[in-house]
């Protein structure tokens, strides 16, 4: 497991932890300059529901999930909290890309879905480290791609797919990023997540429980058939998991 420990902890014996869980993203750069990447960061716990962000704020922190999962939400009337998930970021990615963009305000809200470790680092030390080196330039480059197909994708699934094609590819984009077939997820949660009424969400759980493809109590939800849950959910499912694979697998 990752140790959340010191700062000073032996960076040879932090990524030798790191290898159980580590950042796909980071992963793919050099060794020298994943090394020196690391070096600057720390380990970090993140916290369920816990918000890093509001749109407009300045940007503190890049973060380099592991086991720990964050939703980024667009907030379209504060006042009837008015909320849709846009995107998500798991060990695949990263929150904070504006930097990378020489852009500091944060465009989104990021909330915690999924508690658990990650990398976090400063975000001078980071803009530093991103000037200096070519390879997380190049890889970040190809993550800022992924991220706009995949914010695209998410606004055309909004308008043209049903709440149950959508509810079935958000629990597979949560299920590859929770590591888990299980998960904690509430009907308040979802509805606002996918931008619908709660009676809908209600609707579309339990014709994916009545297929036998999930088991849902209490907001305690067990993916039970993955792949009838593939078939269940909207194309926009593979299309993102395809554009990740064609840019960075």
Not at 112 to 118: I, S
Not at 159 to 178: K, P, S, V, Y
């Amino acid at each position: 497991m990752l140790c959340i420990g010191s700062k000073t902890q032996n960076i040879a014996d932090t990524q030798e932890e790191f290898i159980h869980a580590e950042n796909q993203l980071i992963a793919r750069l050099p060794r020298q300059q994943r090394r020196d990447l690391l070096e600057l960061c720390e380990p970090i716990e993140l916290v369920l529901a816990e918000v890093l962000c509001e749109p407009g704020d300045r940007t503190r922190y890049a973060y380099f999930p592991t086991q720990s999962f964050v939703s980024l939400v667009s907030i379209v009337d504060v006042d009837r909290e008015s909320l849709l998930e846009v995107g998500m970021i798991g060990c695949e990615g990263m929150l904070g890309m504006q930097l990378a963009l020489g852009v500091t305000g944060a465009p989104l809200r990021a909330l915690v879905q999924g508690a658990g470790p990650a990398w976090r680092i400063n975000a001078a030390k980071f803009t530093r480290e991103l000037n200096k080196s070519a390879p997380l330039r190049r890889v970040l480059n190809l993550y800022a791609y992924v991220l706009m197909a995949q914010f695209a994708g998410a606004a055309a699934c909004v308008r043209f797919h049903l709440i149950e094609q959508r509810l079935a590819r958000w629990l597979l984009m949560t299920q590859d990023r929770a590591q888990a077939d299980r998960f904690h997820v509430t009907h308040e949660f979802l509805s606002y997540m996918l931008g619908v009424r709660r009676v809908g969400v209600t609707a579309a759980a339990g014709e994916l429980q009545r297929r036998g493809l999930i088991e849902y109590h209490r907001g305690d939800l067990e993916v039970l058939d993955r792949a009838g849950l593939e078939a269940a959910a909207c194309s926009c499912y593979a299309t993102d998991c395809a554009v990740y694979r064609d840019q960075l697998a």
